[in-house]
């Protein structure tokens, strides 16, 4: 401890008025803002990576490596903010999944990976575009069934009704559909 700190110490002990007011000051400004902070029970958070998925139907894992995954490799592995790429070979797919040094805009680079592989012209014909996404993790609190002896149409179109009327509750901040085909 310095002869600064020693002396506000000393300072403050004189002065107990001045202590508890500053004190109370603390209190009171902890719990004005108390009430502005954002509370999540699952909260939603990125892992540094970014996912690029490519559908190749009727492929094989080596076909997809040598069409898909080692070109997209190449197109990509110039770029700033890249520390990993790693990818994965299956059956009419291929994903590549870049870990993004710290420090890195995540979006941007995202958006530079989207540039760089809409260049690619030597993709297979039969390849779908490439989905390029930030991976982001979220925890699965509850999860529903909505099924009947009734039209797809009916059901969708209770689903999203009862989306909407869950998303109406404060303490509800997620809600999504899955599995449910498009009108």
């Not at 401890?1 to 002065?15: F, P, R, Y």
């Not at 979006?107 to 690619?120: A, G, P, T, V």
Request: net charge negative; aromatic share 4%; proline share 3%.
């Amino acid at each position: 401890m310095n002869s600064n700190e020693q002396g506000m110490i000393s300072w403050m002990a004189k002065h107990s008025v001045a202590a508890n007011l500053l004190m109370i000051v603390c209190l009171l400004g902890g719990f004005l803002f108390m009430t502005t902070i954002r509370q999540e029970v699952m909260p939603e958070f990125s892992l540094d990576k970014i996912s690029i998925r490519t559908d190749y139907p009727g492929a094989s894992p080596a076909e997809v490596e040598s069409g898909i995954l080692l070109v997209i490799e190449d197109a990509i592995g110039g770029l700033d903010g890249i520390d990993e790429i790693t990818s994965t070979a299956k059956e009419n797919m291929g994903e590549v999944i870049v870990d993004v040094t710290s420090g890195t805009d995540i979006q941007r680079l995202s958006q530079d990976i989207q540039r760089e592989i809409h260049r690619i012209t030597t993709f297979p014909v039969d390849a779908e575009e490439s989905q390029v996404t930030v991976v982001v993790q979220k925890r699965r609190v509850l999860s529903m069934v909505l099924y009947g002896n009734a039209p797809e149409k009916i059901l969708h179109e209770l689903a999203e009704q009862f989306r909407d009327e869950l998303l109406q509750d404060k303490h509800i901040t997620q809600v999504e559909l899955e599995g449910i085909r498009p009108f």
